[in-house]
């Protein structure tokens, strides 16, 4: 039950995304953006993504001791706005993207850091279990990933990503 090491980028898919798409633009890959969202069959096919969704794809090639998640702003996103929809504290959002603390506004589709981490499902794990080893409640880990493709909080396959506090 590890939380994973690298940078991830959290995406909100637009019309017309393709996962080819998405992983072009967040220089990532398919298979990397399959894997992490759990985009296989019998889960859910790879044209099985809808605008809003948030895809989280791996910066290849990141490796470090660290687990970074990065989120592209959207036209309108506010840092308070991001904040509730990633279930953190706002001074927390701040403290990890200092440059924000005296700019202007976010500027849409800007990389801002979320002070989350993605946690690798593994075979036999439940939302239970993996709550109770992070000591966060479920209902928390549910929030941050509602938005995902091929999330339900009774079926993890082995792989997928969790966004976790």
């Known amino acids: 039950m590890p939380v994973v090491r690298g940078t991830y980028t959290v995406y909100t898919v637009h ?3 393709t996962l080819y798409t998405i992983a072009n633009r967040l220089g990532s890959n398919v298979p990397g953006v399959l894997h992490i969202n759990g ?3 019998p889960f859910l096919e790879p044209q099985g993504i809808y605008p809003g969704q948030w895809v989280i794809a791996p910066v290849p090639d990141s490796i ?4 970074r998640v990065l989120y592209v702003v959207q036209p309108g996103d506010t840092l308070h706005g991001i904040a509730q929809d990633f279930s953190i504290p706002l001074q927390n959002l701040i ?5 924000l ?3 202007d506004g976010l500027q849409s589709f800007q990389l801002i850091e979320v002070p989350i981490h993605v946690f690798a499902v ?3 794990d439940s939302l239970f279990n993996i709550s109770q080893a992070l000591g966060v409640s479920a209902q928390v880990i549910i929030q ?3 938005r995902r493709p091929g999330f339900s909080p009774t079926v993890l396959p082995a792989g997928y990503g969790l966004l976790v506090p």
Do not use: E, M, R, V
Request: no cysteine.
């Open 122 to 124: 593994s075979t036999g």
């Open 39 to 41: 985009i296989f069959p």
């Open 15 to 17: 019309p017309n995304d």
């Open 64 to 67: 470090n001791a660290q687990s």
């Open 101 to 103: 603390a005296n700019a």
């Open 95 to 99: 403290n990890a993207n200092p440059q």
């Open 144 to 146: 941050l990933n509602q």
